[in-house]
């Protein structure tokens, strides 16, 4: 079983180092590769990441330029109008080139803010899950196990209700989730992601009608809704992990820390620790109470 993670990134290198040295403190497997895609950062990015590349040859690097690719969509009159569609085309683009690419049968991806904070083998717990679901209900119907902790806020939130939690035969604990059936950030199969098909990308699109209203501006086929509607209607599942093994690194908390760029990284907890202290509550553990957390 090869696991292929991938993260775009974009001028936050400080966030880049941080989340690559948590990943090496953390990780247990050697089965992996690393695929970062770059569209033109100028703060060190690349020169970081040519040197990282050098000493660790499980990482692969994509570096595109974002002011090229974009005129070529000039060219073809299908630039993008606004902000969102400049993220819905680079973030659709670079994750069809890395899986283009990629050798694993699974695929995680993963922010470049994102920190991994416990040291553990969290690539099968979470594949042990979709093990588990698919015995469960007789199909592998999950499309995307998330990972890391959302804040608390955003585990309340109403569409974000799960069902009761589910333990497989190994004891790993997790929720299906009642109304989402995707997450941007997530493991999934490769053969789950042939199945849902690629990321939207506007000069592959054919249908007139959305070319129209993406010219003039309307953001109709963002990545993530489009993800959504296209598992929802085939009715798949996201998963929540209980204990999740990352977390959104909060760009404020350096500061408060007084730690310096070079050296962001929050402690990594213990593993057993932290799981026999939120062992009791009935929901996916919050980046709150994971920042919060004295092993």
Known sequence: MFITYHANTFNRVHLLKNLLKSFEICNVRDDFEWVITDYGSTDGTRDFLNDFSSRNKWLNTVFLDQDEYFKYLSKNDIAPQNKKQVIATIFGKSINIARSISNGSYFVHVADDHQFFRRCDWVSDM????????????????????????????????????????????????????HKHYDDYHLMSKKMFERIGSYFEIEKERDLKVIDRWKNGEYSRDHYTDYLERTKALNLRKAFMKFPCAVDFPNYLHEKLNVSNDNLIVPVIDNQSFINRFQDLDRPISSDEIFRFKS
């Open 127 to 178: 594949i042990d899950v979709m093990d588990h679901r698919e015995k469960d209900v007789g199909q592998q119907d999950i499309t995307s196990v998330l990972y890391r902790g959302l804040s608390l806020e955003r585990v309340f939130k109403p569409n974000n209700e799960r069902f009761p939690e589910s333990v497989t035969d190994k004891g790993n604990r997790y929720f299906i989730a009642k």
